[in-house]
C-alpha cells in the first residue's frame, strides 16, 4: 500500500494554475529539460498558463526537449483531431522551443515500429524525461496504456481499449472512423521520469481515481503503475474526492 499525496483544486481553472506552478518551478530550478506532455482536455488550462507566462518572460522552454506521450495510429500530423496538431496549437507553437527539440509521434509514420525504436533513442538521448505530465482516461490508461498492458514496455503500438474508442467517439463522424490503433510512450519509460505529475479531472475519472486511491498496484488499472514511483505528484479535481 502506497501512501499518496493529492493535491484536490477547487475547479480546472485552479487545477490549470497548480499544474502550470508545478511545471514552472520545475523549469526555473532547472531541475527539467526533458518533458513528455499529453494531450486531452484536461492539460488545455495549464497549457494556456505555460504559453502566457512564456510569452511574459517568466519561464523560458529554450533548454527542453519536448516529447509528446502518444497519438492515434493511421492519422496525419495536420489532420486537426491528432496530438501532432494538439501540442502545436495549445502549447509549442506558442513557445519559445525551436524544431530540433521537439519530438512528437506521427501517426502516418510508414515504418510504426521503427518511429517507436527512434522516439526510445530520443528519449535516450536527452538523457530519460525529467518530466512526464499525465492526464487520466476513464479506464484507468495513462498515455495509450490500456487495461492489461504489460508495463515493461517503453514506446510502441497497442489496440486502443473499447472504452478508449467510445470516450474518443464524439470527434468523429461515425463508429467506423473512431481509431483502433494508437502509438504510445509505454509505462517503462514513464515510471522512469524522475518526476510525474498526474492529473485527473472530469466525473468519468472517478472509478479509476478511486483505483488510484487504493493504493494497491493493479494491472486492470494502469494508472497504479505510478503508485511505486518516488516523486508522483498528483493534482486532483475537488469533485473526484471521495466522499
Ligand atoms: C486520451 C489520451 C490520454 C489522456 C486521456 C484523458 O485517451 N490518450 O493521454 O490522458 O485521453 O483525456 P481528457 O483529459 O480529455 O479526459
Known amino acids: 500500500m502506497t501512501k499518496l499525496n493529492v493535491t484536490w483544486a477547487v475547479d480546472r481553472a485552479a487545477m490549470a494554475k497548480l499544474a502550470a506552478n508545478h511545471v514552472s ?37 529554450g533548454d527542453t526537449k519536448l516529447f509528446n506521450l502518444d497519438e492515434y495510429v493511421g492519422m ?20 519559445d522551443a525551436s524544431e530540433s527539440q521537439v519530438h512528437l509521434l506521427r501517426g502516418d509514420a510508414p515504418d510504426a515500429e ?3 525504436r527512434a ?5 535516450e538521448a536527452a538523457g530519460g524525461i525529467d518530466l512526464a505530465v499525465l492526464g487520466l482516461g476513464a479506464n484507468g490508461h495513462i498515455a495509450f496504456n490500456e487495461p492489461g498492458v504489460s508495463w515493461d514496455l517503453d514506446t510502441h503500438v497497442v489496440a486502443l481499449d473499447e472504452r478508449t474508442r ?4 464524439p470527434n468523429f463522424p461515425d463508429e467506423a472512423s473512431v481509431p483502433s490503433t494508437g502509438v504510445t510512450m509505454g509505462i ?14 472530469g466525473e468519468s475519472k ?38
Not at 119 to 123: C, G, K, S, T, V
Not at 166 to 169: N, T, V, W, Y
Open 166 to 169: 467510445q470516450a474518443h467517439r
Open 119 to 123: 522516439f526510445d533513442r530520443a528519449i
Open 206 to 243: 472517478r472509478e479509476a481515481m478511486a483505483a488510484l486511491l487504493s493504493g494497491r498496484e493493479d494491472p486492470a488499472w494502469p494508472v497504479t503503475s505510478l503508485l511505486g514511483h518516488n516523486d508522483l505528484v498528483v493534482v486532483a479535481e475537488e469533485t473526484l474526492m471521495p466522499s
Open 25 to 61: 518551478a520545475w523549469l526555473l530550478d532547472g531541475s527539467t529539460t526533458s518533458l513528455a506532455l499529453p494531450t486531452g482536455d484536461t492539460p488545455i488550462g495549464m497549457y494556456e498558463e505555460l504559453s502566457q507566462r512564456c510569452q511574459r518572460g517568466e519561464i523560458s522552454f
Open 188 to 201: 517503462n519509460t514513464l515510471r522512469s521520469a524522475r518526476k510525474v505529475l498526474l492529473l485527473c479531472a
Open 76 to 95: 496525419s500530423p495536420e489532420d486537426p483531431r491528432s496530438y501532432h496538431a494538439f501540442m502545436r496549437r495549445h502549447l509549442i507553437d506558442r513557445i
Open 114 to 116: 521503427e518511429q517507436c
